[in-house]
């Protein structure tokens, strides 16, 4: 019975397959087993079943090596990797990494704090006198040292202006709301208020400061409160801060739809989406950003139904976007792939070994060409 090992590999033949009573020739691969037949058949059983049993560790230490070598590889490329190879975000790069922005030190004592000779001075422009709601004029002592009276002559006066902001006090309209009485038939008839009036307790004013410290400067209701009580002398309180939330996303609903019947008009839309804390409950932030018009929106989804809710129907524009799998629906030439993300990979790539990183190279090489020309889209980050 002829052995599986007679037309293998000579590393792959062991010494059961090769006993000492074996009278074949030696295994087949010159490279790997430079031994003649004759001196195969010279050799004695027990000799050969040692060299094969040495070339079949041999054989093994080889595969170990080379999987040790590629585990390496892997580490170091996971240890060189951060914001200039990939998408992390700068704030996680060590001072060491290529993509952290370390600003050289200087030796103390080289420059002294603030302007420098020869820097242009900037100062706040002195503001016109119809906005200057109070001039008044400041005469100088009317008495000189020398004993001689000081009087006002006709040089420009030095103007010196002062910014405040004014005082913050809550104004308080009432509405009284009348009484009638028909005289023919004794029907009863209340006022109305004006129109404008909102129903509520909260002017217009109130109720977009609301708006923006929440949606804008994402202050918590705890600290709107604070803000409203501290610097406006508002009280106003928890419930009534989320019920004028509610008013507010209400009375937004008409340009907010207004805005995404825009984006979906345009020929070029970047989109991405990130993680985002919502009463500790996971969403995700989604972005469609054009050049004059973005909208946002908070979704439990991360899926190809937010970015169809997003686009429309009818969109027929060009998407920039990474590689997340909601965008494989859109057609492929519809589509632009974001360069920055394609650049941090070719940058990856090009600081392997071996063939890979001659094709990172030529990558970053083309990419940098297309730039030059002006072939790429706009990036998205």
């Not at 003649?36 to 060299?51: G, H, I, K, M, Y």
């Not at 503001?127 to 009087?151: F, R, Y």
């Not at 409950?281 to 997003?310: D, F, N, P």
Request: glycine share 8%; with cysteine; aromatic share 6%.
């Amino acid at each position: 019975m002829t052995s599986d090992h007679d037309q293998s590999d000579p590393c792959d033949a062991s010494p059961e397959a090769q006993g000492p009573g074996a009278s074949s020739g030696p295994p087949s691969g010159s490279e790997a087993f430079p031994v003649s037949s004759e001196d195969w058949q010279r050799t004695p059983a027990t000799v050969r079943a040692l060299f094969l049993r040495l070339l079949a560790e041999l054989k093994e230490r080889r595969e170990q090596i080379a999987a040790l070598r590629a585990q390496v590889e892997d580490l170091k490329e996971r240890l060189a990797t951060d914001s200039h190879n990939s998408s992390k975000p700068p704030s996680s790069d060590p001072p060491s990494s290529p993509g952290a922005k370390v600003r050289p030190g200087k030796p103390r004592g080289e420059r002294k704090p603030g302007g420098q000779p020869g820097h242009e001075g900037k100062g706040r422009p002195l503001a016109p006198p119809e906005q200057v709601k109070d001039i008044l004029a400041c005469p100088p002592p009317s008495v000189c040292p020398c004993g001689g009276a000081v009087h006002c002559d006709d040089r420009e006066s030095r103007r010196h202006q002062v910014w405040d902001i004014p005082p913050l006090t809550p104004e308080v309209t009432e509405y009284r709301l009348l009484h009638g009485t028909c005289v023919e038939c004794g029907q009863t008839f209340l006022g109305s208020l004006p129109a404008g009036v909102p129903p509520g307790a909260f002017g217009v004013r109130v109720m977009a400061f609301t708006g923006l410290a929440s949606g804008k400067y994402h202050l918590s209701k705890r600290n709107i409160r604070h803000i409203l009580q501290d610097v406006f002398h508002f009280p106003l309180g928890l419930g009534s801060i989320a019920k004028t939330e509610a008013l507010v996303e209400a009375a937004l609903a008409r340009p907010v739809k207004e805005a995404k019947a825009s984006v979906q008009a345009q020929p070029v839309v970047h989109m991405d989406e990130t993680g985002w804390n919502q009463g500790g409950q996971k969403r995700w932030m989604w972005a469609a950003v054009t050049a004059m018009v973005a909208i946002y929106a908070i979704r439990v989804s991360r899926g190809a139904c937010v970015v169809a809710e997003l686009l429309g129907t009818a969109f027929k524009g060009i998407v920039i976007s990474d590689r997340w799998s909601a965008y494989n629906g859109l057609k492929a030439a519809l589509r632009q792939l974001c360069w920055s993300h394609l650049k941090r990979d070719f940058t990856k790539i090009a600081e392997r070994v071996g063939a890979s990183a001659a094709i990172g190279t030529q990558l970053l090489e083309a990419t940098r060409a297309s730039s030059n020309s002006g072939t790429p889209s706009a990036t998205a980050s």
